[in-house]
């Protein structure tokens, strides 16, 4: 079964930075995406970023392309979100989640997600 946990949210000021981690466990991921997703009060999930974790393709939204870097440590069945420039926009639950190849932006297509970890934004 594979699992999922999120950390590195918290409080920011606008221009600030953080860095979400994701652990991943429970199967051998060579052949699988990680995506990160967010949920603001209100609002759908959307698409944040995703990547492979075999050969590093990198997905972004129009969003957060050129402020956001996602990232992978396999070694650690590690993703990471290098969030920078963050605005009062960005404010959501972050959510990681894994699919098998290949890369794709859609939320319906990930099978495991983790609990979600808060990012707030102040102005």
């Known amino acids: 079964q594979v699992h999922l946990v999120e950390s590195g949210g918290g409080l920011v000021q606008a221009g600030g930075s953080l860095r979400l981690s994701c652990a991943a466990s429970?199967?051998?991921?060579?052949?699988?995406?990680m995506g990160w997703f967010r949920q603001a009060p209100g609002k759908e999930r959307e698409f944040v970023a995703a990547i492979s974790w075999s050969v590093g393709t990198t997905i972004y939204a129009q969003s957060v392309k050129g402020r956001f870097t996602i990232s992978r440590d396999n070694a650690k069945n590690t993703g990471y979100l290098q969030m920078n420039n963050l605005k009062p926009e960005d404010t959501a639950v972050y959510y990681c989640a894994v699919r098998r190849d290949p890369v794709v932006a859609a939320a319906t297509l990930y099978n495991y997600w983790g609990q979600g970890t808060q990012v707030t934004v102040s102005s």
């Open positions: 429970g199967r051998t991921f060579s052949n699988y995406v």
